[in-house]
């Protein structure tokens, strides 16, 4: 006589409770307290700004990208920010395309060590345009000066597949059975292979 194991099985769970559990998850996402601002609606939009920069003037901001050029000057430095769109948490979305560039300065001496081709993000009153060069092109800079700013790591991390349904719960005996991710007929699962993704974190 065939003897079955007795697995806890993660079936208990109603797919609603998964569900809800997601979503409280997703909703814990929030703003760093070091670039919230004082404002609940920063001036994101770097395209409206570059159209009439006289209009923003004093203007709280948050933009967000990588930083492409550091000029050290007399007791403080420019920061050049390729812009990128941020996500719910004011982090630069990776893989997305440049929004335009903006000219930040930061009080005092930055080690350029320290920030050339890292992602930023940073907060502060907008002071207007100034004219430089992109290459060989003219460019209207955008110009912030920062209140705080953050910069953000690069982590790597593995993310498994979804996991098989099958007709009684999921798996056979859940993940520690040796028989878990095996399909319950042919053709009915072939998991996928775990990928790599890169993420952006504090």
Not at 76 to 93: C, G, Q, S, V, Y
């Amino acid at each position: 006589m065939r003897k079955w194991s007795v697995i806890p099985r993660f079936s208990a769970l109603p797919l609603s409770a998964i569900g809800l559990s997601v979503l409280w998850l997703s909703g814990c996402v929030t703003v760093p307290d070091d670039i919230r601002g004082t404002t609940d609606t920063p001036q994101m939009n770097l395209q409206v700004v570059q159209g009439a920069p006289q209009l923003y003037v004093g203007q709280e901001s948050r933009f967000g990208g990588k930083v492409v050029g550091i000029t050290n000057q007399q007791n403080k430095t420019r920061l050049e920010i390729a812009t990128m769109p941020l996500d719910d948490a004011a982090r630069p979305i990776l893989g997305a395309a440049s929004m335009g560039r903006i000219h930040a300065y930061l009080n005092g001496f930055v080690d350029p060590v320290d920030f050339k081709g890292q992602l930023v993000t940073v907060v502060g009153p907008i002071t207007g345009a100034e004219e430089g060069t992109i290459g060989q092109t003219s460019y209207k800079f955008v110009t912030v000066n920062v209140n705080s700013f953050k910069r953000w790591r690069l982590i790597q991390q593995v993310v498994m597949p979804p996991q098989p349904m099958g007709p009684w719960g999921w798996g056979y005996g859940g993940p520690f059975d040796p028989r878990w991710g095996r399909s319950y007929g042919p053709g009915w699962y072939d998991a996928p292979p775990a990928r790599v993704e890169t993420i952006v974190t504090e």
